[in-house]
């Protein structure tokens, strides 16, 4: 599994561009902005993107959707919880930095259980809400890695003071869902370096 991560957008959000090598098929998780940017890697790594996905609906990991969407073709999905963000910019926070429309409404719900598949590579849906009431993480269990969003970062964890948010439902997520994975598991954050499952479990501030 490829993972390119580049840095995107007003806020600095991670927008991850993951991969099968071989099937030269991938997704796009948040793609937060530079909207061409995004475009032109894929066009560099020579993908077939499967999905658009976005971990919630805050604007800074859904402004470049539509850009996304339209010079790939691909669907977009996000957690149903989530998903009137996509098109509400109240709701999103998008009118904090003047995006009336920032995004299409989702073509595809992913609630907790569900899958995304490209080439031989599958990510296992986790819904971790406390961030936001949709917030999700992807997991495989295979490459053993986490695109956590913004629920749990690098000695830090996503705020919760947001309408929608909770930090009671959040450390209860991250508790449940996120520090139940294996230790060595590579989490990939919404912003910020990476990190592993083990070292926050022993040293996160806010979890321990």
């Known amino acids: 599994m490829i993972v390119e991560l580049l840095v995107v957008g007003p806020l600095q959000t991670n927008c ?38 976005n971990t919630h609906g805050h604007f800074d990991h859904i402004m470049a959707n539509k850009e996304v969407m339209e010079g790939t073709g691909a669907p977009l999905a996000i957690h149903p919880k989530d998903a009137d ?46 961030h936001s009431p949709g917030s999700i993480s992807l997991w495989s269990p295979e490459e053993k890695v986490v695109f956590s969003g913004d629920a749990l970062f690098n000695l830090g964890i996503g705020r919760t003071d947001f309408p929608g948010g909770s930090m009671r439902v959040l450390l209860q997520s991250i508790r449940e869902k996120l520090f139940t994975l294996p230790d060595d598991t590579v989490v990939y954050p919404g912003h910020g370096p990476k990190t592993t499952i083990d070292f926050e479990r022993k040293h996160n501030p806010f979890l321990t």
């Not at 991969?19 to 948040?30: L, P, Y």
């Not at 995004?38 to 993107?49: C, E, N, V």
Request: hydrophobic share 45%; glycine share 10%; aromatic share 4%.
């Open 85 to 130: 963000m996509l098109t509400n910019p109240l709701r999103s926070f998008a009118l904090f930095v003047g995006k009336v429309h920032p995004s299409p409404p989702a073509t595809l719900l992913l609630e907790e259980g569900a899958t995304v598949k490209f080439g031989a590579h599958t990510l296992n849906v986790l819904h971790t809400p406390g």
């Open 16 to 53: 991850y561009i993951v991969a099968d090598e071989n099937a030269k098929e991938g997704i796009v998780i948040d793609p937060g902005g530079d909207g061409d940017h995004i475009l032109r890697t894929i066009q560099r790594m020579g993908l077939s993107i499967k999905m658009v996905v």
